[in-house]
């Protein structure tokens, strides 16, 4: 099992570009995670889905872009990037509640210049 | 808001010495969990406690509930090399059913010199 892969690992953009960052699990979770790490600020959860085709606001949702067609992916967009979403991206999968075991991935550096 | 606090935010330390970090909130929490990060990979759970008062081991490290299941601790006997990392705790807030909420702290970063 792979558990949690996200792609792509690193990625740079310029002010108001747009990219799509995708986490896949292959443990058949029911939830899944998109969190922001930034230095000094911990972990900060941005969207999460409680099933396919669901999806809710965490604590730091603006400027984010998330779908879950399929069980298995959980796709992150920013539609016009900005400098203040430079951070290391995780996303994370659990079996049944917000509040079970996460699992996360290695997590994606985005740098926005 | 809800904040976990930890403390200390550093710590840096020589191979062989204890130490202890905290996990503190004015909430209380159904569940609470440390997770160990090193740099360049994700957070990795070491565990989850859920009785107030609750101490579970894993090998040379211990972790504690407070009674009023609102701050934990963990402490590393001798520690090790290997050690090194972030640790982070996140307190659990169930509202039933599968609602709930995962709040993490900032985390402590730990360097365990050779």
């Known amino acids: 099992n792979a558990g949690v892969t996200q792609t792509p690992k690193f990625r740079v953009l310029k002010t108001g570009q747009s990219m799509t960052l995708l986490c896949a699990q292959d443990m058949n979770h029911e939830y899944m995670y998109w969190y922001r790490q930034d230095p000094g600020m911990g972990l900060r959860l941005i969207h999460y889905s409680v099933g396919e085709g669901t999806t809710a606001k965490g604590e730091v949702p603006d400027g984010y872009n998330v779908s879950r067609l399929k069980k298995q992916n959980f796709l992150l967009g920013l539609e016009s990037a900005a400098p203040s979403q430079t951070s290391v991206y995780f996303c994370?999968?659990?079996?049944?509640?917000?509040?079970?075991?996460?699992?996360f991935g290695p997590g994606t550096r985005l740098t926005v210049l | 808001t809800q904040l976990l606090e930890q403390s200390p935010q550093f710590l840096s330390i020589q191979e062989g010495e204890n130490l202890t970090v905290y996990c503190n909130s004015s909430s209380v929490f159904s569940s609470l969990q440390w997770y160990r990060q090193e740099p360049g990979e994700g957070p990795v759970l070491l565990v989850t406690?859920?009785?107030?008062?609750e101490v579970k081991k894993l090998k040379r490290l211990t972790f504690q509930f407070g009674d009023a299941r609102k701050d934990s601790s963990l402490h590393i006997t001798a520690a090790q090399p290997g050690d090194t990392g972030l640790y982070l705790c996140a307190g659990a807030k169930n509202y039933g059913g599968s609602q709930g909420n995962l709040i993490f702290g900032k985390g402590t970063k730990l360097s365990v010199k050779p």
């Open positions: 406690v859920v009785t107030g008062g």
């Open positions: 994370a999968s659990s079996y049944g509640t917000i509040t079970d075991t996460q699992y």
